[in-house]
């Protein structure tokens, strides 16, 4: 399946501007991942995302016990099936207390970070509405999650609201930039009295997307590619999801915030995004293209996640030099639900 919504540089245009940028590509990547974390990188021509989301992890109970102990097995599934170069879990990862569990709240996100460690997969985060619930701060619990070696989420201006909001670029095998992922907190509650509904990622989280996107851009000469992920859809799923235009599980409406607060439109702008993927409504499993822009949910994981769904994730496959993405969903036991988005 083809598209189009905007046109990149091509040829030997696209590979002079490669060259001269990839020196300050591998600095950004370096920077961003840290001196000690890996750096994102086209391997063989092909890079592979696994993303899993609302693990739904709880220990107040020996129910919930279990059942964070199967999500975690679950995870452990995923990754030994799929051997991602990066791991992005969407939201939604401790969603009540921890009063069963030694070690409480630090201990709850090291169980969740652990496998990550132990296969050497990278792993980024972005935090859910029950996740901003919890008896930390969002900076605090970033700071958790980061003392696992293969993290590499961080917040790109810790004055923004919530945390976690970050780029991370993959580099080609030249050592170009050749993609960006870009992560967003989309918080819980809305923080104005009587809006109801979810929360919307914020003015200043905006403002940063395009601000760096317009830095990538005049590095490289052309709009950068890239995709997007968070835990709340933004209000544009509600479009996609009244119509059948989307392949996969349409279970229920969007837990969208009420209030748009124009990301959307400025990706529009930016040309550069080519995929949403979210979490949060967990018997929606769909993908779907709106206005260019692929619109995509990933399969829920955890076990204390309600809904009939099998539990797995979503495989995001990048090819070097192409602009697009393949994807399906992911269990133990089968792939299903294929969908393509090639420029």
């Known amino acids: 399946m083809t598209h189009t919504r905007r046109t990149f540089l091509t040829g030997a245009a696209l590979a002079l501007g490669a060259a001269v940028t990839a020196g300050g590509a591998a600095a950004v990547a370096q ?167 979810y929360d919307w990622i914020r003015n200043e989280q905006i403002q940063w997307y395009r601000a760096e996107s317009a830095k990538a851009e005049q590095r490289a000469g052309h709009p950068v590619p890239g995709l997007a992920f968070f835990h709340i859809p933004v209000p544009e799923y509600w479009v996609v999801h009244q119509t059948d235009a989307a392949t996969g599980s349409a279970g229920e409406t969007p837990g969208s915030p009420e209030l748009n607060s124009g990301l959307f439109t400025s990706m529009i702008e930016r040309g550069d995004i080519l995929g949403i993927f979210v979490g949060h409504d967990h018997v929606n499993d769909y993908a779907a293209l709106y206005k260019g822009i692929a619109l995509v949910y990933g399969r829920k994981t955890g076990f204390g996640a309600y809904g009939d769904l099998e539990r797995g994730g979503r495989v995001i496959e990048l090819t070097e030099g192409k602009t697009g993405f393949d994807t399906h969903v992911s269990t133990p036991l089968r792939e299903e639900l294929y969908w393509s988005y090639w420029k």
């Not at 129910?63 to 170069?85: G, S, Y």
């Not at 090291?110 to 701060?137: K, L, W, Y």
């Open 31 to 197: 920077q961003a991942a840290g001196a000690d974390k890996p750096v994102l990188k086209f391997k063989n021509g092909k890079f592979r995302i696994l993303q899993m989301t609302d693990l739904h992890t709880a220990y107040n109970n020996p129910h919930e016990v279990a059942q964070a102990e199967m999500t975690v097995q679950k995870m452990r599934e995923m990754l030994a099936k799929e051997k991602p170069d990066l791991a992005v879990v969407t939201g939604d990862m401790i969603t009540s207390g921890v009063e069963l569990l030694d070690g409480g709240l630090e201990a709850a996100w090291e169980n969740i970070t652990r496998p990550f460690d132990q296969t050497n997969t990278p792993f980024v985060v972005t935090f859910g509405n029950h996740d901003h619930e919890r008896d930390a701060t969002m900076a605090e619990q970033l700071a958790m999650i980061a003392r696992a070696k293969m993290n590499l989420t961080y917040s790109a201006d810790p004055t923004h609201p919530g945390a976690g909001t970050c780029c991370l670029p993959i580099l080609a095998s030249d050592g170009g930039e050749a993609m960006r992922l870009w992560f967003f907190d989309s918080h819980s509650s809305p923080v104005i009295e009587g809006m109801g509904g």
